[in-house]
């Protein structure tokens, strides 16, 4: 079993309070473990399971120590959960990305992520449409029907940020005007990228990286 006593939990903008991240090196690029959990009307949380269909990530030892980290740690506002269900993800990333970076002229590849309609590879997000526009961006999920709007601005042809405009739960309403630098780390083809993002308003943000893909 893997030492699983080194995640570390921080506040990330997403549909969950908060989120770990490790570096290992039996992924490929990012692997999810994702939970499920429900909040009864005391804030308490119950029915903590696996599941097992969005998780990528299947290593047993980190997939245990996933629930026994978020059964040891608080939710940050869980009043403002009472009675419903959640998820929590927990993010494993293969090391060699740490020191990933794209060319000069891959980083011209990147105009054609400027605009247009994206998804996430993540499991747990894969139900989210991206809308890009010159000014904004609009992420939207059936999953009781969140909407967040962001203000983008492409600072280089790899490089954006997003002003958090708005959110849709209360418990994520104290990030609003949180601003995210995002840096597009590798373009695998012509639809897909690898990136890498934090929150520039946070002395403490960790580096969260994931995979997005244009489908229109």
């Not at 599941?51 to 740690?73: I, M």
């Not at 203000?151 to 959110?167: C, F, S």
Request: proline share 1%; aromatic share 12%; net charge positive.
């Amino acid at each position: 079993m893997n030492i699983i006593f080194f995640l570390i939990l921080v506040s990330v903008v997403g549909t969950t309070n908060m989120f770990s991240q490790v570096f290992v090196n039996n992924v490929e690029r990012v692997g999810t473990v994702v939970l499920d959990y429900c909040v009864d009307d005391k804030g308490k949380r119950y029915n903590i399971v696996v599941n097992q269909e969005k998780s990528t990530y299947k290593d047993e030892g980190w997939q245990l120590g996933c629930v026994e980290s978020f059964k040891k740690a608080e939710l940050i506002y869980p009043m403002k959960m009472t009675n419903d269900c959640w998820q929590q993800v927990y993010y494993f990333v293969n090391e060699n990305l740490k020191t990933k970076s794209l060319s000069e002229e891959e980083q011209k590849l990147c105009k054609a992520f400027h605009s247009g309609i994206y998804k996430y590879h993540n499991p747990a997000y894969i139900n989210t449409k991206i809308v890009r526009r010159k000014k904004k961006q609009i992420e939207k999920t059936e999953f009781k029907d969140q909407r967040q709007v962001y203000e983008i601005n492409w600072v280089a042809d790899h490089i954006y940020t997003l002003k958090t405009l708005k959110l849709p739960l209360a418990k994520d309403k104290h990030k609003i005007g949180g601003l995210i630098k995002v840096e597009i780390i590798e373009v695998l083809n012509e639809n897909t990228y690898l990136y890498k993002s934090y929150r520039t308003d946070l002395e403490d943000s960790n580096t969260v990286y994931g995979l997005i893909s244009k489908v229109k």
